[in-house]
């Protein structure tokens, strides 16, 4: 056994007895790389990662091309703390899941939140509900923004019928991490609405998330 095994050993009893609790980021991060670097020491890369990126939420953050730049990290090593974000969305949603009933606004939001956590693009979510209020499906819709032209209405509309939805909700989140609805917000929203009225599916709220706040455009009186 070499002292890296050690040293490699004495990290796993300490998250095992004490969780991450009792560790700094960097040793976060050492310990995170046993997994993907089995036979050097991490615990200068892991250094080097936050030198470079500065913190953790920036090291998981950072494009896949420039971790692996950073000494020691290999495409496994990369493609391993990228994977840290979307295990943490889908986590997340997965626990929110559990009660699929949305009769308010503040459910709505907080269903909704864990979906466009760690996003760094803008993204549009459809959330299909029965008579009752039941989440039928909450379906990623677009990457891009709610005013960009991915945002295809016929297919949203489609998505909704398919799931027999009596309402719909949708959500887009802003990276700039600003939650207000801009103009072009309202607009789309607008038709969006006439849309799918067309077909006697009420759009119930359209929320716009940032980070990790919200904004419903039926509590601020848009639909009224």
Same mark, same amino acid.
């Given at each position: 056994m070499s002292?890296?095994?050690g040293?490699?050993?004495?990290?796993?009893e300490?998250f095992?007895n004490h969780?991450?609790?009792?560790?700094?980021?960097h040793?976060?991060?050492e310990?995170?790389?046993f997994?993907?670097i089995?036979?050097?020491d991490t615990?200068?890369?892991?250094?080097l990662?936050?030198e470079?990126f500065g913190? *953790?939420?920036?090291?998981?953050?950072?494009?896949?091309?420039? +971790?692996?730049r950073v000494? $020691? #990290?290999?495409?496994?090593?990369a493609?391993?703390?990228?994977l840290?974000p979307?295990?943490?969305r889908?986590?997340?949603?997965?626990?929110?899941e559990?009660?699929?009933?949305?009769?308010s606004?503040?459910?709505?939001?907080?269903?909704?939140l864990?979906y466009f956590?760690?996003?760094?693009d803008?993204?549009v979510?459809?959330m299909? *509900?029965?008579a009752?209020?039941?989440?039928?499906?909450?379906? +990623?819709?677009?990457?891009? $923004? #709610?005013?960009?032209a991915n945002?295809?209405?016929?297919?949203l509309?489609e998505t909704?019928l398919?799931f027999?939805a009596?309402?719909v909700?949708l959500?887009h989140?802003?990276t700039?991490?600003?939650?207000?609805p801009s103009?072009?917000?309202?607009?789309t929203t607008k038709?969006?609405?006439?849309?799918?009225?067309?077909?006697?599916?009420?759009?119930?709220?359209?929320?716009?998330?940032a980070?990790?706040?919200?904004i419903?455009?039926s509590?601020?009186?848009?639909f009224r």
């Amino acid at each position: 056994m070499s002292v890296h095994d050690g040293h490699r050993d004495r990290l796993r009893e300490r998250f095992k007895n004490h969780g991450l609790d009792s560790f700094d980021d960097h040793t976060v991060l050492e310990l995170l790389l046993f997994h993907a670097i089995p036979r050097r020491d991490t615990n200068e890369t892991a250094h080097l990662l936050l030198e470079k990126f500065g913190t *953790l939420a920036d090291v998981f953050d950072a494009p896949r091309e420039e +971790l692996c730049r950073v000494p $020691g #990290v290999g495409e496994t090593a990369a493609l391993l703390l990228k994977l840290l974000p979307p295990i943490a969305r889908r986590y997340y949603i997965s626990r929110t899941e559990i009660t699929g009933i949305v009769n308010s606004a503040r459910r709505a939001g907080e269903y909704l939140l864990p979906y466009f956590f760690g996003e760094q693009d803008e993204v549009v979510y459809i959330m299909c *509900l029965d008579a009752k209020c039941k989440v039928l499906c909450c379906k +990623l819709l677009f990457r891009g $923004g #709610v005013n960009s032209a991915n945002v295809n209405v016929r297919k949203l509309v489609e998505t909704a019928l398919s799931f027999n939805a009596t309402s719909v909700i949708l959500a887009h989140n802003h990276t700039s991490g600003i939650a207000l609805p801009s103009p072009e917000d309202k607009t789309t929203t607008k038709r969006i609405m006439e849309a799918l009225s067309a077909v006697d599916i009420v759009l119930a709220d359209h929320i716009v998330v940032a980070d990790d706040d919200f904004i419903s455009f039926s509590d601020n009186g848009f639909f009224r």
